[in-house]
Each structure stands twice: as C-alpha cells, then as structure tokens.
C-alpha cells in the first residue's frame, strides 16, 4: 500500500458527501474494507458480518469504512438494503484500489472451484449476488489503520471468498490490547498467518 496516496484520496460517500480518507483514521483507528462491487453475495456477507461487529469496533475507538464500485445511488440502495451502519465509499474509478495494490484477477479466475462450496454456503443463508459495480475483477481487501499515517494489519483477498478474519481485526484495534502501529508509513512488510491466512505486519517498521 501506498499510505500517503491512499490517504490523499477523496471519494464520495453513499449521500454523495466527497471524503478525504486519511481525515478518517487521522486520530483514531480505522478499519478500512474494500468490497469487490455492490452486488457481490460474498462482499455483502462480509460487510454483514462487519456490521454485527460494528459495536466492538467503536467500543475500541474505532470506525469501520467500505470502499466498493457501483455508483452513488447503489451504495445508498447497498447501504439501506443491508443495514450498514458505517461509512460506504464509491471507488469506481479505482483512485482508492491503485493506491492500496488491491489485486485484480483474469475474468475466468473468479470461477474458482475452491470458492463454489463457499457460495453455495452463502446463498443458503441468505445472500444473493446483485447487479454488478464496476471492475467485477477486483478482488477484497482489509486493512486497520492509524490513528495517523500507520498500517496495523493488511489482508489482500486471494480468492472471492478471501476475507479477513474478523478476529485478526479485532485483535489489531489498539483498544483490544494490541502492540500499537506495526508499519509506519513506509510499504508494509507481510507476515502470513497459517491459520486464518490473514497478513500482518511485521514487527519492525520499513522506510
């Protein structure tokens, strides 16, 4: 990630409100989730599931922000359907995504047979896949960031169902006990977590 870029970027919300980004994590933790378009079944579970943990979040002084493709009036439509309490940004000119490195895939790739039980999984409880955004190639991705220009956890989603684990959020939030800023400012050295397959930081800063 490109931190300075990333925060430099302005995007308009779900009313049409243009945000800076980095004036959100500027004194308090963000976690910051890149959904791969609006209508995506797996994204909106994953941003149901950042909605049940929304309290958690903000008991630990933090906010939770989604950035996804599909235009204003759909990120109101996503925002009202679903429930979302938090922030909803629309990147569909990829100003946000490039700064980030968030992964973009072949077309075909997204029909990976790894993934087909996991959507299976998901429309039995519940989830539909909705008209698409923009960029349906690419993929998720969640980073914890701040307060200030530092990146406390990444995970760039491999696969369509590649989220992060929710405790491995949790967990980076500086209210949960954590070690405070891992990477600050410079490019984010990964570790690979064998259990959740979320990345960290590394314990010692890259300049």
């Known amino acids: 990630m490109d931190l300075d870029r990333f925060s430099n970027v302005s995007l308009p919300d779900a009313d049409g409100t243009t945000r800076r980004l980095g004036d959100f994590w500027a004194e308090k933790p963000v976690v910051v ?3 791969r378009h609006f209508g995506c079944l797996h994204c909106r579970e994953h941003a149901a599931d950042l909605r049940d943990v929304y309290d958690d979040v903000r008991a630990r002084g933090g ?3 989604a950035i996804g493709t599909g235009d204003v009036g759909y990120a ?3 925002v009202t359907e679903d429930e979302i309490p938090y922030p909803v940004l629309v990147d569909d000119h990829a100003e946000a995504a490039r700064a980030a490195l968030v992964k973009r895939v072949p077309f075909l790739a997204l029909f990976n047979p790894k993934t087909f039980a996991a959507t299976r999984d998901a429309r039995k409880r519940g989830f539909r896949i909705h008209k698409p955004g923009k960029r349906v190639t690419q993929l998720g991705a969640t980073f914890v960031l701040g307060p200030g220009p530092s990146v406390r956890y990444e995970h760039i989603d491999q696969t369509t ?3 992060a684990s929710l405790d491995e959020v949790l967990a ?4 949960a006990g954590g070690t405070g800023p891992l990477i600050a400012p410079g490019p ?3 570790s690979f977590s064998s259990e959740a397959g ?4 590394s314990d010692t800063s890259v300049s």
């Open 33 to 35: 989730v890149f959904a």
């Open 188 to 190: 984010v050295a990964l």
């Open 63 to 65: 906010e939770i922000v």
């Open 161 to 163: 169902v590649d989220h």
């Open 198 to 201: 979320g990345r960290v930081g």
């Open 172 to 175: 980076a939030l500086p209210g």
């Open 76 to 78: 109101k439509h996503f």
